[in-house]
């Protein structure tokens, strides 16, 4: 008989619960403080696209750089939903569902690449969306960019609303993460992350579970960018296709622990407070000194912060 402690479903929803309480209290908190406000938010995103980054690059072990082409394909999905008159969950639901429905074929057919060979396919896919939203002005504005409606409202307000979404979506995103990496999809993953040849062998659809995890993440993207779109309330190309949106989360990721369920919510804390810290009081050479500590973490811990633990414990 199995008990609370020991369901699947225990820790999804504390997840949830901790992030729904978080995303209500935090605004209580933090008040009208501008700055805090924007760290907070920017941290839950951070975490939400390292969390749907991991579902590829750590769980199936194929280095996605396409995190961009999603973040930015969703963003400009409310956008141009929202300058037509559709009200902002249809927007929301459109950026998933595009992101997803754009994932799928893509992600099937350059997921039979592998290494840098993938890496550089899923790259490519962040430049093509740029020159088409770029090229598609009648619709997108092109390298002008595009104002959501609503954009010139109170900005404390705006920002404490983009705050609460950005938690929950992080909250929903680790849930998900959770109930893959405990159930088949996340076994499957696992397998074809230590010997794919050898998973297909023992029957595992590679391809299919593939697929499944990168259309998964995808629209996690999407419903990241949607949210960075009405919190921001001006877009261009050059912001939500710019590819330090692939790099940062992969950087966190690596710090938390690449495959573990906590280790992008871990790395995207630890990479935050460098950041902070480094443009704070280290302006002038600011981003130098982050690479270096950086770099420092990944020797001192290459396994990530959280396996680094594990480790030591165990031994």
Not at 192 to 198: F, G, K, L, S
Not at 207 to 222: E, H
Not at 237 to 254: E, F, G, K, Q
């Amino acid at each position: 008989m199995k008990t609370l402690s020991s369901s699947p479903w225990i820790g999804p929803v504390l997840a949830l619960a901790g992030g729904a309480i978080l995303a209500f209290g935090l605004p209580v908190l933090v008040g009208d403080q501008a700055y805090l406000l924007r760290l907070a938010t920017q941290l839950a995103l951070l975490v939400t696209l390292a969390i749907a980054w991991n579902l590829v690059g750590g769980f199936t072990g194929y280095p996605s750089f396409a995190t961009a082409a999603f973040f930015g394909l969703g963003a400009y999905a409310i956008a141009v939903a929202q300058q037509a008159g559709w009200p902002a969950w249809s927007g929301f639901l459109l950026a998933a569902v595009l992101s997803a429905l754009l994932a799928a074929p893509f992600g099937f057919a350059i997921l039979r690449l592998r290494g840098h060979y993938f890496a550089i396919a899923s790259l490519m896919l962040v430049t093509i969306l740029k020159e088409v939203t770029t090229g598609w002005s009648d619709l997108t504005g092109g390298g002008m960019g595009i104002n959501l409606p609503g954009a010139g409202g109170n900005p404390t307000a705006i920002a404490t609303v983009a705050l609460e979404t950005m938690v929950i979506l992080a909250a929903a995103a680790l849930a998900l993460s959770m109930i893959v990496a405990k159930g088949r999809l996340g076994f499957g993953l696992a397998c074809i992350r230590m010997n794919e040849t050898a998973a297909m062998g023992a029957g595992i659809d590679a391809p299919r579970l593939k697929t499944i995890a990168f259309t998964l993440s995808a629209a996690i993207c999407g419903l990241a960018g949607a949210t960075y779109a009405r919190w921001i309330g001006y877009i261009d190309p050059s912001d939500v296709y710019d590819v330090m949106w692939s790099v940062r989360p992969i950087i966190a990721a690596l710090i938390g622990g690449v495959g573990t369920v906590f280790g992008p919510v871990v790395g995207s804390i630890v990479y935050i407070a460098f950041e902070e810290l480094m443009w704070r009081n280290l302006l002038t050479f600011g981003t130098g000194a982050l690479g270096v500590l950086i770099a420092l973490l990944v020797l001192l811990l290459p396994a990530g912060i959280i396996p680094g633990i594990l480790r030591r414990r165990a031994s």
